[in-house]
C-alpha cells in the first residue's frame, strides 16, 4: 500500500508536511464553521489555512439543500452519496487522493467529512489531529484568500460504504431491545434538558447515555491517548456492548468525534444516526425524555 493510502483515522501535522514534500496525490480540506455564524468558516478560511486547501461548507457542501434528495433528516440533512460524489468531483478530488481535513474548532465539523468519505466509500480519509492549530504549532505555511477553483475535475467513483448510517425509524425500532446503545455527543445541560438552544424540544432519547465530544481532546488540541479514551469508553459503556454503539448529537455533526474517538481506542467502526435529535424530536409521537 502507497503511503498516500496509509493514514485511515489521524494524521499528525509533520505527516502531513512529509507526504506534501513526497508529491503524494493529496487532498486538504478546510471545514471550519461555526453554526451562530455560518459565514464565519469561509471568513476564517479566507484569513488563514493550509497551502491548497479546499473549503468545504457544512451547510452548502456536507449537507442536502432544501428540496435535494437527502440521506437523512435533522438540521443538517446528508445529502445523497450521488450528490457528494459530484460535489467531490467538481473540487479535483480523486479516487487515489489522500485525504486530511482539518477545522479550528476541535474536531467539530471536519469529523463530518470525514466520515462522509468513509460513507462513500473512501478509506484514505484522516482528521489532521489538533486541527490547524497543531499545523501552526509545527511551523506549517499558511495561506491566505478565496478558494481557487479546480484546474480539471476529478474521477472520484462511489465504492460501498465503509461506515454505517442508521435511520431514524430504525433508532426508533430498536429504542427498547437491547440491541443499541444510543451515545449522545451534547453538552451535559442540553442532554438533560435544561437547556436548548437549536430546537424545538429539550431532552434527549430514553436510554441515551451522554459524551459530550469535548471530552475526547487533550489540553493540546488532540485526541487523547488511546488507552484513555478505551478505558473512557468502557467506563461509559459499562459492560454493554461496544459494536451496538449509535452515535448521535443535535444534527449529526459533533456526534462523529465520539465515532472517530472510539476507533482511535481500538473499537470497531461504529454507527452514525445523522438525523440525531433535531429529527427525533420533530415528531410528537417520539418518546424524549428530561433529566440524566
Known sequence: MS????????????QLQALQADGQPLMVFDCSFDLAQPG????????????????????????????????????????????FAAWLRSVGFCSDMQAVVYDRQGVNYCGRLWWMLKWAGHEAVAVL?????????????????????????????LQAPLRTLATVEEVARRLDSGAQTIVDARGPARFRGEV??????????????????????????????????????????????????????????????NLVAMEVAGFAPTVLFAGSWSQWCSDPGRPCVQGA
Open 3 to 14: 503511503r498516500a493510502l496509509s493514514f485511515p483515522l489521524l494524521i499528525s501535522a509533520a
Open 196 to 257: 436548548e438552544p437549536l430546537d424545538p424540544v429539550a431532552g434527549h432519547i430514553p436510554g441515551a447515555l451522554n459524551r459530550p465530544f469535548t471530552d475526547n481532546i487533550a489540553l493540546d488540541g488532540r485526541f487523547k491517548p488511546a488507552a484513555l479514551l478505551r478505558a473512557e469508553f468502557d467506563a461509559l459503556l459499562a459492560g454493554r456492548d461496544p459494536a451496538s454503539v449509535v452515535h448521535q448529537c443535535g444534527s449529526g455533526v459533533s456526534a462523529v468525534p
Open 129 to 157: 489531529d489538533g486541527g490547524l492549530q497543531a499545523w501552526q504549532a509545527a511551523g506549517g505555511a499558511l495561506a491566505g484568500g478565496m478558494p481557487q477553483p479546480a484546474a480539471q475535475p476529478g474521477d472520484f467513483a
Open 40 to 83: 464565519a468558516g469561509l471568513a476564517q478560511y479566507q484569513e488563514a489555512h493550509i497551502p491548497g486547501a479546499v473549503y468545504a461548507h457544512l451547510d452548502e457542501n456536507l449537507s442536502a439543500a432544501a428540496g435535494d434528495t437527502a440521506a437523512s433528516g435533522g438540521r443538517h440533512p446528508l445529502p445523497s452519496r450521488e450528490a
